[in-house]
């Protein structure tokens, strides 16, 4: 679904010259109606309802991809677009937890960390065949009707993870009680808890620098450097393959303070990328560049997921992680449409990514400060530079490709 649909949509936009201030709003508000959802969800929702929602909301999202489908063949697509996209995003956003929660009635605690590891290692690699695969066809066609029928496979494909869903939840799955295992508690102190609300705080800033560049690297491929649609394929293709070698550091990256540690690394390296962009406007160097976008972001999104999992104190889990995208997504809503209004009054591309990358660098140095002073969460160098070895490097990464991809058997691991 979303290596046919989703990857596609705002390029679409992009090559039927819709204007930038229009292509900030398609990427960013229809994420923030879903968060926005997404947080009321515990208000709607409680277990004896869980299944019915969940198929619903799979249900909103293949309604979505049908009227994206359906916008190409529209005269003047935008607003049906956006409308379709605020449907994807809500149904994607809100079945997401759902799915999450009945996953874990289904595998103890202990092991959920692995199985998450594995299926989002093979659910990254999946998308990115099924996107250099409509990459291709849309190279080899040509017009409106090549987005019609991809935008339609990602349309029956939603709807066949719905039957999926369907079967399997037709039974309750839940562990005996004396096979749920649960991790070792955490020490929430004051320390812990200031130390979270400065991680919400910030990233959220940070979001909002992010977006002052990033839904423009799209236009500044296609209309600044020229490329074409298979250049273009190939690197926005190679995150999802940084993704998919990062999914290995799942465990790795949840011991410890190592989550604080993650956030500023990651932080750090994403605020250098729009100026990368400027300074090496190469197709070989962009790759690279790109490789190290996916890893960075992955490390990003794992390390949030976990500070909020294990220091947000017990049965607010869901809670702060809805709020925490929502007011992300409210400050990339703020951020996008600050960029597009730049560009739009005489501001070229290269001035809004070193504004973007100024202002990331501001927020991550802030960061920093505000985790050194806290005495929970403050470290050395070297606290650094092991995260780095061990969880962002390419080599363990490498190495465990083979046993993400595997089946077979759980093996023995060498604690790190």
């Excluded at 799209?218 to 926005?236: H, S």
């Excluded at 809805?322 to 560009?343: E, P």
Aim: glycine share 6%; aromatic share 12%.
């Amino acid at each position: 679904m979303v290596g046919c649909t989703e990857s596609f949509a705002l390029y679409h936009a992009a090559t039927t010259g819709i204007a930038l201030s229009k292509i900030a709003i398609l990427s960013t508000v229809p994420a923030l109606l879903g968060s926005v959802c997404q947080w009321l969800l515990p208000r709607w929702i409680d277990a004896r309802n869980l299944r019915a929602f969940k198929l619903l909301f799979y249900f909103i999202q293949a309604l979505g991809l049908a009227m994206l489908a359906y916008s190409t063949q529209v005269q003047n697509p935008y607003l049906l677009m956006l409308f379709s996209l605020c449907l994807y995003w809500i149904g994607g956003m809100a079945s997401g937890p759902l799915w999450l929660e009945w996953m874990r009635k289904a595998v103890p605690s202990l092991c959920m960390a692995n199985f998450l590891s594995k299926r989002n290692g093979v659910v990254a690699l999946a998308t990115l065949c099924c996107y250099l695969t409509t990459a291709l066809f849309l190279q080899r066609s040509t017009g409106s009707q090549a987005f019609l029928i991809a935008f339609s496979v990602g349309a029956l494909s939603r709807l066949a993870a719905l039957g999926t869903q369907f079967w399997l939840t037709r039974e309750a799955l839940e562990w005996p009680r004396e096979k749920r295992l649960s991790a070792d508690p955490v020490n929430l102190s004051g320390d812990f808890r200031k130390a979270v609300i400065w991680v919400v705080a910030l990233t959220s800033a940070f979001k909002f620098s992010v977006a002052t560049a990033s839904p423009f690297f799209l236009p500044y491929m296609t209309r600044d450097l020229g490329f074409g649609v298979m250049t273009y394929v190939i690197l926005t293709s190679i995150p999802f393959l940084g993704r998919f070698l990062f999914m290995s550091g799942w465990g790795r990256a949840s011991t410890d303070m190592r989550p604080f540690i993650g956030m500023q690394v990651a932080c750090a390296g994403i605020a250098l990328l729009p100026a990368m962009w400027i300074w090496f406007p190469s197709f070989s160097t962009l790759m690279l560049l790109e490789l190290c976008s996916g890893l960075l972001w992955g490390g990003f999104e794992l390390c949030s997921v976990l500070i909020l999992q294990r220091f947000s104190g017990p049965g607010a889990v869901l809670k702060w992680i809805a709020f925490h995208q929502a007011t992300m997504n409210i400050c990339a809503v703020i951020g996008a449409l600050l960029g597009s209004y730049l560009l739009e009054n005489n501001f070229n591309y290269q001035q809004v990514f070193y504004l973007s990358s100024g202002l990331r660098m501001i927020v991550v140095i802030v960061l920093i400060v505000a985790l050194r002073r806290q005495p929970a969460t403050s470290s050395r160098f070297r606290v650094y530079r092991t995260y780095l070895n061990t969880v962002l490097s390419l080599r363990p990464s490498m190495a465990n490709v083979g046993r993400v991809l595997s089946a077979g058997r759980p093996r023995k691991r060498n604690s790190i």
